[in-house]
């Protein structure tokens, strides 16, 4: 039978729906913004009103990826010809690349900062759901002693705003000399992931029935090996769920990479900004290098996305 | 050839003593259940015999070698579990092929023994689909092969057939007698349906509170119970069961129930056989085939109103007022024409049990 709609729920439906599509366009003006202003023109990123309309370049990108110099002189005709298309668009713009010596390319500071943000964030994604998945396990499966009090110490770690910890955290890895390392961003990153990790781990872990274990088990398997072949496989949605969060903390974070770190072990987040401050801020190197930070999480998130949709409904968020 | 023996079993859930002193020999080839209510300590035991569950106290021993130290993986017995258990990332052929993958077989080992397995159990279309696919019969099915693919010592069996309804759990009760005709391996079942035990068991084990209460065939705790809770949880019907008195008559013994104003006839025999028991402190127990009736006077024959009228198609039950008690009949389908209805009951001494109200005990009386 169908259901009959009055006038006002059929009014209030599409209010809903132009709500929707407003809050929508809230959310994705700053990425198209960021995206866009990748594409354009210099002379075209900070115009008023805004260009909406124009001829997308390729330029933002060359220049974020090299190191480059005003150019005091045109180059020659020769030169220009001479040069490679991803070099005239920087000519066209009125620098040059730098080249070393022997002639080769300069790369700037950003491709070392988004590989250091990559190996970052995915060890140290690999390591908190590793480490939260078998801590959720063994909270879940086996009587702990203090079970309540320990899981409510773990998440009593993400109480405080973690930059609290920042100057003290600063002064022991100088000591210890975990400072501007991989290391020892990824030892701070995992440690604030764990909590979060161990928590939505425990909800996932909980929903499997134990009886699958318990067959495996019985069908002559150790209980590692139960583990192994049967628990992780059924985990697979609530780990994927947790590792797209724990992904998107590291990956974003920003005051303790910006303290931590200053050359060898910068990660992206606080080299990006960085570049305002040398010379006349570029807008477009700045939102390519913004378009191409987003772009990892961006396509995780969305390899996931069926294993996180339904984490959100049948995982720990559900409870 | 397999025989399990459990030696002074106990089992505690902190201080809630779950199995108590449990002593059971179970034979080559045979099949028992082990019946009980909710909470009775069945599926405990049969977890405790699995390797899933320690024991506080006793021995396990499988074919006299005491188990109880070892892991579930080396005691080489399989589980049938309620909730069937499949694991849903693999289809039905891998969840067959799963426990042989332990033994490491070669490929080809495991492929003929799952399609054999596979063939008896009449699911070899199924084999590439996954478990949740599959209908709860076909479920159970594929549980029972993934237990009998690897050819374990022993079957235990928790509840398989209870999550299905009442016309699948008839005809899989029935396959999994046929397969057990024909496998032949020894086998623990349990469960809290007892037309499920008395329709499969070689022996049926009544637990109650953690105790073994009776260990017997079906006919035996049937026609035998040894106490008043295995009398009333045998049997559907239940069993009828009321205070009784006995005084002797001239040739004769009256058996008064509760608070009647005349007793049943008895043969004079029952006296000596109750041993003094007589004078208070006797329950009498009678399933309702016990109770006899008829429509016109006889003698022994008490006269008794129909009260309710429950008919079951093939029979009734129905309720006769004696008394302030109620003592239910088995009787032909149409017998009693309704409520208020006046006809003559009597109880045939054949089938009565007379138990010690205090501890419960069948008085084993047997006329």
């Given at each position: 039978m169908a259901a009959v709609r009055t006038s006002s729920e059929v009014a209030f439906n599409r209010v809903a729906i132009v709500a929707v599509l407003v809050v929508t366009i809230i959310f994705l003006a700053p990425i198209y913004w960021i995206a866009s202003t990748a594409f354009k023109p210099r002379n075209l990123a900070t115009t008023i009103p805004p260009t909406v309309v124009f001829q997308p370049e390729i330029s933002p990108f060359v220049k974020l990826f090299t190191k480059r110099s005003q150019l005091r002189t045109p180059p020659t005709p020769e030169e220009y010809a001479a040069a490679p298309w991803w070099e005239r668009v920087v000519f066209d713009g009125g620098e040059k690349i730098v080249r070393d010596g022997k002639g080769e390319v300069q790369w700037s500071g950003y491709p070392n900062r988004f590989m250091n943000s990559l190996i970052i964030a995915i060890t140290s994604t690999v390591l908190a759901v590793g480490m939260g998945t078998f801590t959720a396990y063994g909270f879940s499966r086996f009587k702990v002693k203090g079970e309540a009090d320990l899981l409510f110490f773990i998440l009593s770690?993400?109480?405080?705003?973690?930059?609290?910890?920042a100057i003290p955290m600063f002064l022991m890895y100088r000591a210890v000399g975990l400072n501007d390392s991989h290391i020892g961003l990824i030892i701070l990153y995992t440690a604030f992931n764990l909590s979060f990790s161990v928590w939505l781990m425990k909800g996932f872990m909980d929903e499997i029935p134990k009886e699958y274990e318990e067959a495996a088990l019985v069908d002559g398997y150790t209980r590692m090996e139960a583990f192994f072949k049967i628990v992780l496989p059924e985990a697979a949605t609530g780990i994927a769920a947790t590792a797209v969060f724990c992904f998107i903390t590291a990956w974003n974070e920003y005051a303790f990479a910006l303290i931590m770190t200053?050359?060898?072990?910068?990660?992206?987040p606080p080299f990006i900004p960085s570049?305002?401050?040398?010379?006349?801020?570029d807008w477009t190197v700045i939102a390519a290098g913004t378009f191409l930070f987003l772009l990892p999480v961006a396509i995780f998130t969305f390899l996931l996305r069926n294993h996180l949709l339904r984490g959100m409904s049948f995982g720990a968020i559900r409870k | 050839m397999t025989q399990i023996e459990l030696r002074g079993v106990q089992k505690f859930f902190g201080a809630v003593?779950?199995?108590?002193d449990l002593n059971l020999k179970i034979a080559d080839n045979e099949f028992i259940v082990l019946l009980g209510?909710?909470?009775?300590g069945k599926t405990t035991t049969l977890r405790a015999v699995a390797g899933l569950e320690t024991i506080d106290e006793g021995d396990i021993l499988i074919d006299g070698k005491?188990?109880?130290?070892?892991?579930a993986a080396d005691r080489d017995i399989a589980m049938v579990f309620q909730s069937f258990s499949?694991?849903?990332?693999?289809s039905v052929y891998e969840n067959i092929a799963f426990p042989l993958r332990a033994t490491r077989k070669s490929k080809s080992e495991i492929d003929s023994e799952v399609r054999s397995v596979a063939r008896t159990l009449q699911i070899s279309d199924l084999l590439?689909?996954?478990?949740?696919?599959?209908s709860g019969g076909d479920m159970q099915r594929v549980a029972i092969g993934r237990a009998l693919v690897r050819r374990p010592k022993a079957m235990l069996m928790d509840?398989?057939?209870?999550?299905?309804d009442a016309k699948l759990r008839e005809e899989m009760r029935a396959e999994i007698k046929r397969l057990h005709i024909k496998q032949g391996s020894t086998t623990i079942y349990v469960t809290h349906d007892q037309i499920e035990a008395m329709s499969l068991a070689d022996r049926i084990v009544i637990m109650h509170e953690g105790v073994l209460q009776q260990v017997g065939t079906p006919d035996e705790v049937y026609s035998?119970?040894?106490n008043l809770f295995v009398a009333q949880f045998v049997g559907s019907p239940v069993m009828n069961v009321a205070d009784a008195a006995v005084t002797e008559k001239a040739s004769s013994a009256s058996v008064t129930v509760g608070d009647a104003a005349a007793g049943f006839e008895f043969p004079n025999a029952l006296l000596s056989k109750l041993n003094g028991h007589a004078g208070g402190q006797l329950a009498l127990g009678i399933r309702p085939e016990g109770v006899l009736i008829r429509r016109d006077a006889a003698d022994g024959f008490l006269p008794v109103e129909t009260q309710i009228v429950e008919p079951l198609g093939s029979f009734d039950i129905v309720d006769l007022k004696v008394g302030s008690k109620m003592l239910r009949a088995r009787t032909k389908s149409g017998f009693v024409s309704g409520p208020g209805e006046k006809v003559f009951a009597r109880i045939d001494p054949t089938q009565a049990h007379f138990f010690d109200k205090a501890s419960g005990k069948s008085l084993e009386v047997r006329l």
């Amino acid at each position: 039978m169908a259901a009959v709609r009055t006038s006002s729920e059929v009014a209030f439906n599409r209010v809903a729906i132009v709500a929707v599509l407003v809050v929508t366009i809230i959310f994705l003006a700053p990425i198209y913004w960021i995206a866009s202003t990748a594409f354009k023109p210099r002379n075209l990123a900070t115009t008023i009103p805004p260009t909406v309309v124009f001829q997308p370049e390729i330029s933002p990108f060359v220049k974020l990826f090299t190191k480059r110099s005003q150019l005091r002189t045109p180059p020659t005709p020769e030169e220009y010809a001479a040069a490679p298309w991803w070099e005239r668009v920087v000519f066209d713009g009125g620098e040059k690349i730098v080249r070393d010596g022997k002639g080769e390319v300069q790369w700037s500071g950003y491709p070392n900062r988004f590989m250091n943000s990559l190996i970052i964030a995915i060890t140290s994604t690999v390591l908190a759901v590793g480490m939260g998945t078998f801590t959720a396990y063994g909270f879940s499966r086996f009587k702990v002693k203090g079970e309540a009090d320990l899981l409510f110490f773990i998440l009593s770690t993400r109480m405080l705003p973690p930059v609290v910890v920042a100057i003290p955290m600063f002064l022991m890895y100088r000591a210890v000399g975990l400072n501007d390392s991989h290391i020892g961003l990824i030892i701070l990153y995992t440690a604030f992931n764990l909590s979060f990790s161990v928590w939505l781990m425990k909800g996932f872990m909980d929903e499997i029935p134990k009886e699958y274990e318990e067959a495996a088990l019985v069908d002559g398997y150790t209980r590692m090996e139960a583990f192994f072949k049967i628990v992780l496989p059924e985990a697979a949605t609530g780990i994927a769920a947790t590792a797209v969060f724990c992904f998107i903390t590291a990956w974003n974070e920003y005051a303790f990479a910006l303290i931590m770190t200053n050359r060898r072990a910068q990660t992206a987040p606080p080299f990006i900004p960085s570049q305002v401050g040398s010379g006349l801020p570029d807008w477009t190197v700045i939102a390519a290098g913004t378009f191409l930070f987003l772009l990892p999480v961006a396509i995780f998130t969305f390899l996931l996305r069926n294993h996180l949709l339904r984490g959100m409904s049948f995982g720990a968020i559900r409870k | 050839m397999t025989q399990i023996e459990l030696r002074g079993v106990q089992k505690f859930f902190g201080a809630v003593q779950v199995i108590k002193d449990l002593n059971l020999k179970i034979a080559d080839n045979e099949f028992i259940v082990l019946l009980g209510q909710s909470g009775c300590g069945k599926t405990t035991t049969l977890r405790a015999v699995a390797g899933l569950e320690t024991i506080d106290e006793g021995d396990i021993l499988i074919d006299g070698k005491p188990v109880q130290h070892l892991k579930a993986a080396d005691r080489d017995i399989a589980m049938v579990f309620q909730s069937f258990s499949l694991y849903p990332h693999m289809s039905v052929y891998e969840n067959i092929a799963f426990p042989l993958r332990a033994t490491r077989k070669s490929k080809s080992e495991i492929d003929s023994e799952v399609r054999s397995v596979a063939r008896t159990l009449q699911i070899s279309d199924l084999l590439g689909k996954k478990p949740s696919a599959l209908s709860g019969g076909d479920m159970q099915r594929v549980a029972i092969g993934r237990a009998l693919v690897r050819r374990p010592k022993a079957m235990l069996m928790d509840e398989p057939i209870g999550a299905l309804d009442a016309k699948l759990r008839e005809e899989m009760r029935a396959e999994i007698k046929r397969l057990h005709i024909k496998q032949g391996s020894t086998t623990i079942y349990v469960t809290h349906d007892q037309i499920e035990a008395m329709s499969l068991a070689d022996r049926i084990v009544i637990m109650h509170e953690g105790v073994l209460q009776q260990v017997g065939t079906p006919d035996e705790v049937y026609s035998r119970p040894a106490n008043l809770f295995v009398a009333q949880f045998v049997g559907s019907p239940v069993m009828n069961v009321a205070d009784a008195a006995v005084t002797e008559k001239a040739s004769s013994a009256s058996v008064t129930v509760g608070d009647a104003a005349a007793g049943f006839e008895f043969p004079n025999a029952l006296l000596s056989k109750l041993n003094g028991h007589a004078g208070g402190q006797l329950a009498l127990g009678i399933r309702p085939e016990g109770v006899l009736i008829r429509r016109d006077a006889a003698d022994g024959f008490l006269p008794v109103e129909t009260q309710i009228v429950e008919p079951l198609g093939s029979f009734d039950i129905v309720d006769l007022k004696v008394g302030s008690k109620m003592l239910r009949a088995r009787t032909k389908s149409g017998f009693v024409s309704g409520p208020g209805e006046k006809v003559f009951a009597r109880i045939d001494p054949t089938q009565a049990h007379f138990f010690d109200k205090a501890s419960g005990k069948s008085l084993e009386v047997r006329l």
